[in-house]
């Protein structure tokens, strides 16, 4: 876990089991306990985190991004922070 959003909700930094780049956001089982509103299932039982429900958006990061230090944790937290202050709405995908 890289910390919390500003409403408490924890960040993480994650790739999917099918691979892809490595994302900045977080995890639907998490918000099963904080935020049920912000969670969905589909048909094929995966859940869906419905980030514009809340204060952090799910970003992609960078392979050559280094989370050693505090001040790289820090600037990808603030990403998915800033990233919220759009309008958009976004879904992941979890198991």
Do not use: H
């Not at 050693?68 to 922070?81: E, K, P, S, T």
């Amino acid at each position: 876990m890289l910390g919390f959003s500003p409403a408490g909700i924890p960040i993480y930094v994650f790739r999917y089991i099918w691979g892809g780049p490595r994302f900045v956001g977080t995890m639907a089982q998490d918000l099963l306990w904080l935020r049920p509103d912000a969670v969905r299932q589909t048909s094929g039982g995966f859940y869906q985190v419905d980030y514009g429900r809340l204060d952090v958006r799910m970003v992609s990061l960078d392979e050559e991004v280094s989370l050693d230090g505090d001040d790289n944790v820090m600037q990808a937290i603030a990403r998915a922070l800033k990233s919220a202050k759009s309008d958009d709405r976004c879904f992941a995908l979890t198991r």
